[in-house]
């Protein structure tokens, strides 16, 4: 070892870097790879580990950078969670279009989101009217009577949108599944585009009406509809 060090101070520099090239470059390599590796390992592990407070889409819709912080974490700073700990996801640019002749790849999309939401994947959705009504056939959005609580029921009547769902035995009522944010606050300052959004919360079949996961939908809701 010795030896090879006093050989290598007698080298040029352009000498250095050939014995260089030789004999160690291709370790190098290999260990910054495994260096990047593992960071990015125990990033994901530390990722993997935080609570999930909610996870959101938004659909032909858009927010500023503002308003996406304010989803993110500005809701985890609103759960009094701390982001090393808690974490928010939220979907954007989802922006589809239902006409039917649409190319395949378009449709595929949409099929895409819909196997998304259809396992659960998103707690909320934030869209426009003509997403809101292609969605009502897929029957995944959660009656509002049964999701949020009586108090907000009441505060929120004026903004609770309906439509028509049938029953197993062939009847329809009218089910309240979307909040209009259109002049809310929230619309307001956070440029929501258009602002005749609607709010709806997802119904999946293995937490149907769960305390726990109504507390968190309900939790959101007045986290948006009350946003300043």
Same mark, same amino acid.
């Given at each position: 070892?010795? $030896?090879? @060090? ?5 080298? %040029?520099?352009?000498?250095?870097? +050939? ?8 370790? %190098? ?14 990033? +994901? ?14 659909? $032909? ?9 304010? #989803? ?13 700990? !808690? ?6 640019? $989802?922006?589809? +279009?239902?006409?039917?002749? $649409? ?21 909320? #959705? ?15 959005? !959660?009656? @509002? ?25 062939? %009847?329809?009522?009218?089910? !309240? ?19 005749? !959004?609607? #709010? ?10 769960? +305390? ?17």
């Amino acid at each position: 070892m010795k $030896n090879e @060090l006093q050989k290598i101070r007698q080298m %040029t520099p352009g000498e250095k870097w +050939d014995y260089f090239k030789t004999y160690y470059l291709v370790q %190098t390599v290999i260990g910054v790879i495994v260096l990047i590796l593992a960071v990015f390992f125990i990033r +994901d592990m530390k990722m993997g580990s935080r609570e999930v407070l909610a996870s959101g889409c938004l659909i $032909n819709v858009a927010i500023d950078e503002e308003g996406f912080l304010f #989803l993110t974490d500005g809701y985890v700073d609103f759960c009094g969670k701390s982001i090393k700990k !808690a974490s928010v996801f939220l979907s954007v640019d $989802n922006t589809l +279009d239902f006409m039917p002749e $649409n190319p395949l790849d378009k449709d595929s999309y949409v099929m895409a989101l819909t196997a998304q939401i259809y396992a659960g994947e998103y707690q909320y #959705l934030i869209l426009d009217q003509e997403a809101w009504e292609h969605f009502q056939a897929s029957d995944i959005y !959660a009656d @509002l009577a049964q999701t949020l609580t009586q108090e907000q029921q009441e505060a929120y009547a004026d903004r609770m949108i309906r439509q028509t769902v049938q029953s197993e035995d062939g %009847t329809h009522t009218e089910t !309240a599944t979307a909040l209009d944010l259109a002049g809310t606050a929230f619309a307001k300052r956070f440029h929501l585009e258009p602002q005749e !959004a609607y #709010l709806v919360f997802i119904e999946t079949a293995q937490e149907k009406y769960q +305390d726990d996961v109504l507390e968190k939908k309900q939790r959101i809701a007045d986290y948006i509809l009350t946003a300043e």
